[in-house]
């Protein structure tokens, strides 16, 4: 049967049945609740949505009804940010750069060390506003990154057209690099940065907290 010949075809449901049918189906109503899609099902609704572009009214319609279901269901809002934190726990990350924050973490006095987040302690990325962040001390507002000399584009290493993972150019990366500590600075954050490159010629403490001009020891 084509979609023309169904019965509904043309007509849309009114505002107040789409409300009425969003509230049938909500929590234990639905008939996902507490159920997760199957790998293969995930794979179906993936393929079945690749290359679909969706228009800008369609795109503003989705946003405005997000909303609005999280202004109505405060709970889910904040399930889904808990979704979001665990996900992006499991994103990989640099087995130097810990070595790196726990030489860091250990000059600490145990008020910062309470303070303090990066991956292999507590959490993989801190969110700071919009950005996660490497290395974070909440109480000084004090965020360390490191940049590995592959994925960041070291300037050292790469000049600013050659093509880095892949896919973008040197100078791409820089660009959305700065801007990003940029915005970080601008909301209150000192940032510090240290390259693996840098990383590797610092054979000591001392030296690494004089290369970031951190005197965070004399807190202790």
């Known amino acids: 049967m084509s979609d023309k010949n169904h019965y509904f075809y043309g007509k849309h449901h009114s505002e107040e049945t789409k409300e009425k049918m969003s509230?049938?189906?909500?929590?234990?109503n639905n008939g996902m609740y507490n159920e997760t899609?199957?790998?293969k099902s995930k794979k179906k609704i993936s393929e079945a949505n690749s290359g679909k572009k969706r228009s800008k009214e369609t795109k503003e319609k989705m946003s405005k009804n997000k909303k609005k279901y999280y202004r109505e269901h405060p709970k889910a809002k904040e399930k889904a940010k808990r979704s979001f934190i665990k996900a992006s726990?499991?994103?990989?990350f640099s087995k130097i750069s810990q070595k790196f924050f726990w030489k860091i973490y250990n000059e600490l006095s145990k008020d910062l060390q309470e303070q303090t987040y990066f991956a292999e302690l507590n959490h993989e990325h801190y969110m700071c506003g919009k950005?996660?962040?490497d290395f974070?001390?909440?109480?000084?507002?004090?965020?360390?990154?490191?940049?590995?000399?592959?994925?960041?584009?070291?300037?050292?290493?790469?000049?600013k057209d050659d093509i880095v993972y892949g896919k973008v150019k040197a100078s791409q990366?820089?660009?959305?690099?700065?801007?990003?500590i940029k915005d970080l600075k601008n909301k209150g954050y000192t940032v510090k940065i240290i390259w693996e490159k840098?990383?590797?010629k610092l054979k000591n403490i001392d030296k690494i907290m004089e290369f970031l001009n951190l005197k965070i020891k004399e807190e202790k």
């Open 173 to 180: 990366v820089w660009k959305k690099d700065e801007q990003r």
């Open 37 to 39: 899609h199957s790998q």
């Open 131 to 133: 950005y996660m962040v």
């Open 136 to 159: 974070y001390i909440k109480s000084l507002d004090l965020i360390i990154e490191f940049f590995g000399d592959y994925w960041h584009a070291n300037p050292d290493k790469y000049k």
């Open 89 to 92: 726990r499991k994103k990989s």
């Open 198 to 200: 840098d990383l590797e």
């Open 23 to 28: 509230k049938a189906q909500f929590g234990k």
